[in-house]
């Protein structure tokens, strides 16, 4: 993918997580902002290889991730993954309580999962949508699903098929003035990539005109 087709992704999935930043300013009675810093298309095999140093260690271990399934013409899944260590912070943060560090072992309650899921619903629901409206087609997908994946299984889940890509989307997540950082994994069909480059593309040349 060039540095111009990032870009333009990069713009576009930033006003697909704007719009629900501001659905979720309104259900949570706090001012919320959500970006998205940087992207990346990355073949599964980068990740089976160990090339990225910095994520590979973040998706193998513990994590609570909200999941998607999109399927027919446009397909595959698309994965919010928070790393453990954040999940407690970002809950106390939401609801604005104070956040103190344990030193045991990271357990999890109703308000965790509760909290994943409403962001994790309302910004995968966004960027569904907004990809639909990208490509001029209504997309079928299911209920979004919270998974906690313990220690290496979610890098297990991911890179258990065949060849396939991934575009990686670190996502700011900003909470009076503290900042948590969220990771989506939208993980496509050959078909299904090549597709939105070419919508991507499209983009690039009406701009150029």
Aim: glycine share 6%; net charge negative; hydrophobic share 40%.
């Amino acid at each position: 993918m060039t540095t111009t087709q990032e870009d333009i992704l990069k713009e576009l999935y930033n006003v697909f997580v704007g719009e629900a930043a501001n659905l979720l300013s309104e259900i949570l009675q706090k001012r919320i902002f959500l970006s998205v810093p940087e992207i990346t298309l990355l073949g599964l095999q980068e990740l089976k290889s160990g090339n990225q140093e910095e994520l590979t260690p973040v998706i193998n271990g513990t994590v609570l991730s909200t999941s998607l399934k999109f399927g027919n013409v446009f397909s595959g899944r698309a994965d919010f993954i928070f790393p453990a260590e954040q999940i407690k912070y970002l809950t106390a943060l939401c609801l604005g309580e104070e956040y103190t560090e344990e030193d045991e072992k990271l357990s999890f309650n109703d308000e965790d999962f509760d909290v994943v899921k409403e962001i994790g619903n309302i910004i995968l629901n966004s960027i569904m949508g907004g990809m639909g409206s990208l490509l001029k087609m209504k997309l079928e997908y299911d209920v979004p699903q919270v998974i906690l994946h313990n220690e290496g299984e979610f890098y297990k889940t991911l890179t258990s098929s065949g060849d396939s890509n991934v575009l990686l989307l670190y996502v700011s997540f900003d909470v009076d003035n503290s900042k948590v950082l969220g990771i989506i994994l939208i993980k496509f069909s050959l078909e299904s990539i090549e597709f939105l480059i070419q919508k991507v593309d499209e983009i690039s040349r009406d701009l150029d005109e």
